[in-house]
């Protein structure tokens, strides 16, 4: 019988093993030097969801119950970030990040001045800091 359960395990397989054959795939280098090329931790970690998803699959345990408030709530932050994306796209990210963060933390509630500072201004420029500069990897 097809619990809500197994179908979380086969979401995390199938979750898994898009990873593993079509994201890490496109999104990593590939490189002929080192002992460790930059899929084999991704590679790793997708596996190990998929395997994850299997044992969850096969044995089941406790009640699930779907939230569909919640849901609704994760849908509406899948899709703000969806646009956010789309934004960087267009845009650069040192526009659209700041600009998805305001959403974000406007959206859960958070009114209060330092931490809005911190997360709109702050965090966006030290990641563009550590991926631009320091590892020399381009943002969109």
């Keep these: 019988?097809?619990?809500?359960?197994r179908l979380s395990g086969l979401l995390a397989i199938l979750f898994g093993l898009i990873l593993f054959f079509w994201i890490i795939p496109s999104q990593t280098e590939t490189v002929d030097t080192g002992w460790l090329k930059p899929h084999t931790l991704p590679d790793a970690v997708a596996l190990f969801i998929c395997a994850l998803g299997l044992i969850h699959f096969i044995v089941p345990t406790g009640?699930?119950?779907?939230?569909w408030g919640l849901?609704?709530?994760?849908?509406?932050?899948?899709l703000i970030?969806?646009?956010?994306l789309y934004l960087m796209s267009l845009?650069?990210?040192?526009?659209?990040?700041?600009?998805?963060?305001?959403?974000?933390?406007?959206?859960?509630?958070?009114?209060?001045?330092?931490?809005l500072?911190?997360?709109?201004?702050?965090?966006?420029?030290?990641?563009?800091?550590?991926?631009?500069?320091l590892l020399h990897r381009p943002l969109p």
Excluded: C, H, K, Y
């Design 63 to 67: 009640e699930a119950q779907i939230d």
């Design 91 to 115: 845009v650069g990210f040192l526009i659209a990040a700041p600009v998805l963060m305001a959403v974000l933390m406007l959206t859960i509630g958070e009114r209060r001045i330092l931490w």
């Design 117 to 133: 500072i911190m997360g709109i201004v702050f965090l966006p420029g030290v990641i563009w800091l550590a991926v631009e500069v």
């Design 1 to 5: 019988m097809m619990t809500l359960n």
């Design 81 to 84: 970030t969806l646009a956010g």
């Design 71 to 78: 849901s609704l709530r994760i849908g509406l932050f899948v």
